[in-house]
């Protein structure tokens, strides 16, 4: 199969970019660099690189009128709700703009696409209180970047109503695994945490930011299981204009994730607590009932993926 994956050398690109390949797959990467790595990618004669923005409207249509795609994994974007509230019209060029033009050359000249499948996030919710958010729960977007995300997977469904582009969205919970980059201001919590972890072992001096007491609770779920729900997807007749969760519908706390770490690295990092920040939520947990309806079943428990990604730091040395 050929696949175009936007945000290919990021951290969820890059994993999906390497399992394709391992499984004989051809693929596309559209990356400008500034949240991922070339290094995360495996090196291969089956990857095609373009290093450039998905703002970029002559590299994506010479890329889309050139190529004859199957699959479409549009995971470029500005992931950070605090950078989309500093700058929300930089962040919307990205976070929306991308998706539109992408969809409609997608309509013009890739008549043979079997998938276009659009990253949005669990951040359109917001604060809604309810234990467990399922994609029919009414939707609350406290920053742009949640706007701009559920505009997004709004319109991806559309052009599958209106115009027959076959698509489905996604609404992304916590995911954590290799190749998330610490140094990244859009960096998830868990590789933060590991990282500090990491130095505090290696003799360096480090703290956590605590923002909050902690008990604020996520749905988080391990790469490796975040590919298995995409594949589930992109493959089912059923998700077709669908928007899915993808997530474990486990609750874990900030707090039980930093006790885990201590566990496992034997250490006890030293915290800073600070305010809450704005935009913040403070609950954010999958109902996974319609993702598992289409086969699927996440292998990892929080337990079992955190020590899977210490694992991985000491096989990369």
């Given at each position: 199969m050929n696949y175009l994956v936007t945000g290919g050398a990021g951290f969820i690109g890059s994993n999906l970019v390497n399992r394709l390949v391992t499984e004989?797959?051809?693929?596309?990467?559209?990356?400008?660099?500034?949240?991922g790595k070339k290094c995360n990618i495996r090196e291969t004669d089956k990857v095609k690189f373009f290093e450039g923005s998905v703002m970029d409207k002559n590299l994506l249509s010479s890329i889309i009128k050139a190529e004859t795609f199957?699959?479409?994994f549009h995971l470029a974007a500005v992931a950070s709700v605090a950078?989309?509230?500093e700058r929300p019209l930089e962040t919307h060029k990205v976070n929306y703009d991308s998706v539109l033009y992408l969809l409609n050359l997608c309509k013009k000249y890739q008549p043979g696409l079997k998938r276009f499948i659009f990253s949005s996030s669990s951040a359109v919710y917001g604060d809604i209180d309810l234990p467990f958010k399922s994609e029919s729960t009414p939707v609350k977007p406290l920053s742009q970047y949640a706007v701009d995300k559920y505009a997004g997977e709004r319109t991806v469904l559309n052009f599958y109503n209106l115009y027959g582009v076959p698509t489905s969205a996604v609404r992304f919970f916590n995911v954590y695994g290799p190749n998330q980059n610490p140094s990244s201001p859009y960096s998830g919590v868990v590789s933060i945490l590991t990282d500090k972890f990491q130095k505090l072992r290696d003799g360096e001096k480090t703290y956590f930011t605590l923002f909050g007491d902690g008990k604020q609770t996520r749905d988080f779920i391990f790469v490796d299981d975040v590919l298995n729900a995409l594949n589930s997807i992109a493959?089912?007749?059923?998700s077709l204009g669908e928007v899915y969760n993808v997530g474990t519908g486990t609750v874990t706390s900030l707090n039980q994730i930093i006790k885990i770490l201590s566990g496992i690295y034997s250490i006890e990092l030293p915290i800073v607590q600070k305010s809450v920040r704005k935009g913040d939520i403070?609950?954010?947990v999958a109902s996974k009932e319609k993702l598992t309806s289409l086969g699927f079943d996440a292998t990892?428990?929080?337990?079992?993926?955190?020590?899977k990604l210490v694992?991985?730091?000491?096989?990369?040395?």
């Open positions: 004989g797959n051809h693929v596309t990467i559209i990356d400008d660099l500034s949240m199957d699959y479409i950078d989309s509230i493959i089912s007749s059923k403070r609950q954010s990892y428990t929080v337990n079992e993926g955190l020590n694992r991985s730091f000491h096989e990369r040395k």
